[in-house]
């Protein structure tokens, strides 16, 4: 059963902003976990972001964790509230004695986090410290902690900046690359032109002075047209820092929810139009958008069901437009959740059958795509399937 806090759908939003690729954090924040550990004298310490459905485990010391499904998370409980949340069994609390990292080899018994507070107030995820033994934290290193998850989140922000600073270098260094190559054959040939002019000197004929004037302009016009499109057209086919190309959208879907449909042996299928796949567009919140909508697939998908992802790039009104299709053999839902989904007032409650749990996903999914221009149309059939279609425009 998933516990929701108060304002999720808020909290979804919030951890939207930083729009976090969750296999490509590890490096940046290793050492602080590592330190966590050692503070709070465990094996185990891990950072993780906790989203609608899914606890993805974004940095680990003491063992190899990517993710899990939100509902058998201990961090689901520590993100309700704003002080640190503390088990010190196990496997004498009913909500997590049967869940496997207590029951099976890890044989975990303690458990401490601390929330990832934003500026905002939201609780996006938490710091947590784990062992195989019963044990307690005392308030010093306690304190300490906080400190950590404190530095986590303002590491997270960090990112973000970094990444923004990075795109606009690379914009700024590519245009000033392309600048001095496109511009450097007509201003040779400005410059021949006028040597010849100046080396003739007085053997110059007014009809051969005007054909080199001729030139010159035309080598000037040249340049006036490079200017244009270089303010006016980014460079087609080259893969910048904040965009993806559909072979490499299609991998790293398959990096982050493999995983997850391996688990419930579900078929999972990735097609995107090869003869376009180095094709360069805007990632901004791809992967919550459509993992979302993969993890609510997922977890209303039976076992041994179909889910299929279907990525392309079409134009439409002499603009492209991304196109997306999530499709699933799942439970389905009726005409009302539809139309509560399209109108942004779905709510999720704790329940786990038909279209129940769709609300804060889905809500975040519209929300996300409405930022972003685009459209989402659901067609669905109870017992039968579901089919998410999505189109962004892209400049």
């Given amino acids: ?85 503390e088990i010190n069994d196990l496997s004498l609390d009913d909500r997590f004695k049967e869940k496997f990292y207590v029951k099976d080899t890890l044989n975990l018994r303690y458990y401490f986090g601390i929330p990832l507070t934003t500026d905002k107030g939201h609780n996006i995820g938490a710091l947590c410290v784990l062992d195989d033994f019963a044990k307690a934290i005392n308030p010093e290193k306690i304190e300490l902690l906080k400190i950590i998850a404190d530095e986590i989140v ?64 035309k080598s000037g016009n040249t340049l006036l047209e490079l200017a244009d499109e270089i303010l006016s057209v980014e460079q087609f086919n080259k893969i910048k820092s904040d965009e993806f190309n559909l072979l490499m959208l299609k991998e790293k879907l398959e990096t982050l929810y493999a995983p997850q449909v391996y688990n419930k042996c579900i078929n999972f299928e990735i097609n ?38 279907d990525l392309n790039l079409a134009e439409e009104d002499n603009h492209k437009h991304l196109k997306i299709k999530v499709s699933d053999t799942g439970v389905g839902m009726n005409d009302a959740a539809i139309a509560e989904i399209l109108d942004g007032t779905a709510v999720s409650t704790d329940g786990t059958s038909g279209e129940i749990g769709y609300g804060f996903g889905l809500a975040l999914v519209k929300h996300l795509i409405a930022s972003l221009k685009g459209t989402l149309n659901i067609n669905s059939t109870l017992n039968e399937g579901t089919v998410f279609e999505i189109s962004i425009p892209q400049k």
């Fill in 1 to 85: 059963m998933i516990k929701y806090t108060n304002n999720e759908l808020d909290r979804l939003l919030n951890l939207s902003e930083f729009d976090l690729d969750y296999s490509n954090l590890e490096d940046s924040l290793k050492d602080l976990t590592k330190l966590a550990a050692k503070i709070a004298g465990t094996e185990i310490s891990l950072i993780n972001i906790v989203d609608s459905l899914t606890q993805w485990t974004i940095s680990s010391h003491g063992i190899d964790l990517k993710q899990m499904e939100r509902e058998d998370s201990v961090c689901q409980y520590t993100i309700l509230d704003n002080v640190p949340f």
């Fill in 272 to 309: 995107i139009n090869k003869e376009i796949a180095e094709v360069p567009f805007f990632k901004n919140k791809l992967l919550q958008i459509i993992g979302n909508l993969i993890s609510n697939s997922i977890k209303f998908t039976p076992l041994n069901g179909t889910i299929k992802v």
């Fill in 154 to 217: 303002n590491k997270l922000k960090a990112i973000k900046v970094i990444e923004n600073l990075k795109n606009k270098i690379q914009e700024n260094t590519e245009t000033h690359k392309r600048v001095a190559h496109d511009i450097r054959g007509p201003i040779g040939g400005i410059i021949s032109l006028a040597q010849v002019i100046s080396m003739q000197g007085e053997e110059n004929n007014l009809e051969e002075v005007l054909m080199f004037i001729n030139l010159i302009q």
